[in-house]
């Protein structure tokens, strides 16, 4: 009986084998997870590099390159060595018998010693060209026959700038007015194409962008850039050195003196000096004038000089150009109101029985000035509430502003042989 259920319940005691590996089947299994590992590991590389820009600059946005040009005092800072060379006695010379002699012994000046000085003045004209570019825009019309032509204007150009994304580049904006098209030729022969970063319809100067992204290295290390200098202390008699094209050939050195630096004219909004000076130039020629130190000190403008002074060179002093220059450096816009002023002195408040201020020669048409109520003959002595004093504290306070602001100027107005102060709101505008 035990038998019997032995054999029945038999099947319990049966070894269950195990299934044999199939190595094959391992094989591929395992070469279809590392092909999906890598691809996995591909696409995600791939997106990675694709969006880590785009998080990076949301996460960490790059600060916008500033340009930042130092404003002039009108005293020169004395270095060491010219407080050295004044403090300087002329030497006493002995004569044979040993005395002491306060007599300098006459001395020709040999003709090699003005071409040595000559040289030296065109070697700092030389350096001081590697900062000059020729700017070139490129303008398409039809004639009558509706013939297709281009037409080409030049005008020197100034480097004023390297922010580390773009070359900053200060010319005449006449030169590409319409243009469809411009570039900039450096001196070793290469273009690059531009485009206007700014410009001011006052002056008429613009600055153009030149990415450095399309410039190559040899041009590069050809090049240099700009040193405004500090023209406030430029005075009568000093040499000077235009560079550009004072004559209207590119690359030019002439050399002479400053004849005047008590000239000045009255723009919309702003009084600038001129230099005047006895370079023979082109009427059309344009550039700038630089001190023996290669340092610019004044912008070549021939529009600005008078009728009489157009065979000789004339240049707005880079000074007063500073703030100006600086904010279209940066993309900024120049504020603008249509005023042109000039300033009320003490000898004239005393004699004509003025208010101090800044005196309204004229108002420009269509202006935001005359919109508001100015009137010529007003005299400016407050702006946002800040006392003006001459026209250099008017230019001073209206470049605080940027265009859309609304600003408070109180004038004094002449009313039945009085002067009555009035409030007048103006809305600062942009100079097309």
Known sequence: MQEKDNEKFSFIHEKIKEKPLNKRKLLLYLGYAAGLAVVFGLVASLVFAFFQPKFSSLLHPEDEPVVTIPKDDTEETETEETAET??????????????????????????????????????????ANKFIVTVTGVKSDTDWFNNSYESKGQASGVIIADNGQELLVLTERKVITDAQEMYVTFINGVTAPASMKKYDGNTGIAVLSVPLENIDQGTLQAI????????????????????????????????????????????????????????????????????????????????????????????????ELKSVIEMLSNGQDIPYIGLELTTVTNDIANEYEIPKGAYIKEVRMDSPAMAAGLQKGDVITKMAGETI??????????????PGEQVEIVVERQNAGRYKEVTCTVEVNILQ
């Open 86 to 127: 004044e403090s300087e006695a002329v030497p006493e010379t002995e004569t044979e018998t040993g005395t002491e002699s306060s007599e300098v012994p006459a001395a020709g000046i040999a003709i090699s010693d003005f071409q040595k000085l000559q040289n030296e003045l065109y070697a700092v004209g030389r350096e």
């Open 224 to 319: 240099s850039v700009a040193e405004l200098g500090n023209s406030l202390v430029t005075t009568q008699g000093m040499i000077a050195i235009a560079v550009g094209s004072p004559l209207g050939t590119n690359y030019s050195v002439l050399t002479g003196n400053i004849t005047s630096t008590t000239n000045s004219i009255s723009t919309i909004d702003r009084n600038y000096t001129v230099f005047t000076t006895d370079i023979v130039g082109s009427s059309r020629g344009s550039g700038v004038l630089i001190n023996t130190s290669g340092q610019v000190i004044g912008l070549v403008m021939q529009d600005y000089s008078n009728e009489g002074e157009r065979n000789t060179l004339t240049a707005i002093s880079i000074s």
């Open 389 to 402: 004093f001459n026209v250099d504290t008017y230019e001073k306070k209206l470049m605080e502003f940027a």
